[in-house]
């Protein structure tokens, strides 16, 4: 950190404001596009099979490309990537939201996800070197976490306002606002920081983990056409088998891509599968609140999003308390406790019926979802980076972020395949309301069960005393207190 931010300490709280408007930014657009995807597959004439892809490619480039995101932001300076990145968005939403045709949307939207897998680690990695320890740093992560939390949920809102009272169009170009402010405010508050001594690229790494991801993020996207489908199989099979090599020159190259003492790290581990989790529901389960909402409630782009408020609103109101438990009580037991309310809150809306009341069977539901995503994603980042060294602050930023949206892919893809078998088995034709929402049902009781499994996992995996789960300075120095090697 230069000195000149160390002698204004409320440069560090504008910084904290231009990483979390950056966090805020490449999470809602991973939803902000699904409320006018009925409108822009009528302006460019896309067939279903092609419409799925303008929600595919953001995902799959920025899955994918996300640890090398974080190198490149830990070897190439973070602010300087931060800014490139953030430029790029900006061009690549301006492209994306003047597009012509289906096939200019698809490569708009997938290269938001490239120059998005740079902003996300280094915005991250900013922040970790920025606050190193203490309560300051309990302060920023409650708000970068809040933000995170409540991305997906903001994006669904705006993108019912903006395709209603606008344009679908502006759902994309909307980017060009957040990214000016970025621009702005990074040139002013962020200062440059990378990792000290080698810095030499792990080509072969980056490339076996690009496509294993790439695989594995694809071939869950198009398992809604059947898991048993040759294809599926193929593309999994390949992901696993790709990762598996990339595990194994990790072990075996000087300067690895992903320095696995990042990710074998028990309590990080956890952290890292909550994420996974967590993602499932922010990213899949409100998929098909969506479709409850528009299609058996019939509410319109700009209600349908209104209605999804109590979730972030709920993560909101807590987020001040949560952010006072965190230190006092530490985070292994908001972690065990936060999915359970979550998975309590997706329970209730699994009983929602075709001529059910909102204000009933849904709001309160969303509200209790809300409550315990305060408890999970405040201290999750926290946990998710504590003991990491300032050499590794990018790859294991990176980590966290392809975690969220790898599950969510995951997770969108489970949800898929349990709504069609509750729905006759196919989710196509004509479908009754009644059908309709058992079917919904039964995707947020798959959510609730994965909520379930992340307490399980905070149980056993994230252990260890309050002072040595939250940093105390270690960051700074580089040690690894962590619990649990």
């Known amino acids: ?79 300087r990537t931060f800014m490139v990145g953030m430029i790029g968005f900006g061009l690549a939403s301006l492209y994306a939201g003047v597009a012509g045709t289906g096939g200019e949307l698809i490569l708009g939207r997938g290269l938001q996800g490239v120059f998005a897998a740079m902003l996300a680690p280094a915005a991250l990695a900013l922040l970790t070197t920025l606050f190193p320890s203490g309560t300051e740093r309990n302060t920023a992560f409650a708000v970068f976490g809040t933000v995170a939390g409540a991305g997906a949920a903001v994006g669904l809102v705006l993108g019912g306002f903006l395709t209603e009272f606008f344009d679908w169009r502006w759902c994309l170009l909307v980017n060009l606002f957040f990214v000016a402010i970025g621009l702005i405010g990074g040139a002013l508050f962020l200062a440059e920081s990378k990792a000290a001594g080698d810095n030499r690229y792990d080509i072969w790494g980056a490339l076996l983990v690009t496509a294993g991801l790439g695989a594995l993020v694809y071939g869950f996207s198009i398992a809604e056409s059947g898991w048993g489908d040759p294809l ?33 790290n028990r309590v990080r581990g ?56 965190l230190g006092r009580i530490g985070p292994r037991p908001m972690l065990i406790t936060g999915p359970l309310v979550v998975a309590a ?63 969510g892919s995951i997770g969108l893809s489970v949800f898929t395949a349990v709504y069609a078998v509750a729905v006759g088995g196919s989710a196509g034709g004509t479908v009754s309301p009644e059908t ?11 959510a609730a069960i994965g909520m379930l499994i992340a307490s399980g996992i905070a149980i056993v995996m994230v252990r260890g005393r309050k002072e040595d789960l939250l940093p105390q300075g270690s960051v700074a120095s580089g040690a690894e207190p962590v619990a649990g090697h």
């Not at 599968?273 to 019939?298: E, N, R």
């Not at 309709?436 to 798959?446: K, S």
């Open 270 to 325: 956890g952290a890292f599968l909550i994420q996974a989790v967590a993602g499932t529901v922010m990213i899949g389960a409100t998929v098909y609140l969506t479709f409850h909402l528009q299609i058996v409630l019939g509410q319109s782009a700009l209600q349908a999003g209104l209605a999804s408020l109590p979730l972030p609103l709920g993560t909101m109101v807590l987020a001040p308390l949560a952010t006072k438990m």
């Open 1 to 79: 950190m230069s000195s000149s931010l160390r002698a204004r300490p409320s440069a560090k709280w504008w910084a904290l404001f231009v990483i979390s408007l950056t966090q805020l930014v490449v999470v809602l657009d991973g939803t902000i596009v699904n409320i006018a995807l009925p409108q822009a597959q009528i302006a460019l004439n896309m067939d279903d099979h092609l419409r799925q892809w303008v929600v595919t490619a953001y995902a799959l480039a920025f899955g994918a490309l996300l640890l090398l995101g974080g190198r490149i932001a830990d070897y190439w300076g973070r602010k």
């Open 436 to 446: 309709l929402a058992d079917g919904y049902g039964a995707t947020f009781v798959a």
């Open 232 to 264: 599926t199989i193929g593309f999994l099979a390949a992901g696993i088998l790709l990762l598996a090599l990339f595990v194994r020159v990790q072990t075996k190259v000087a300067n690895p891509l992903l320095p696995l003492r990042v990710v074998t």
């Open 345 to 407: 809150g997706l329970f209730y809306l699994s009983f929602i019926t075709a001529d059910g009341e909102y204000f009933v069977q849904v709001a309160p539901a969303l509200l209790v979802m809300g409550l315990g995503m305060s408890f999970v994603f405040i201290p999750l980042q926290n946990v998710a980076l504590t003991g990491v060294a300032p050499h590794d602050a990018g790859v294991a930023s990176a980590v966290t972020n392809s975690a969220m949206q790898i599950g």
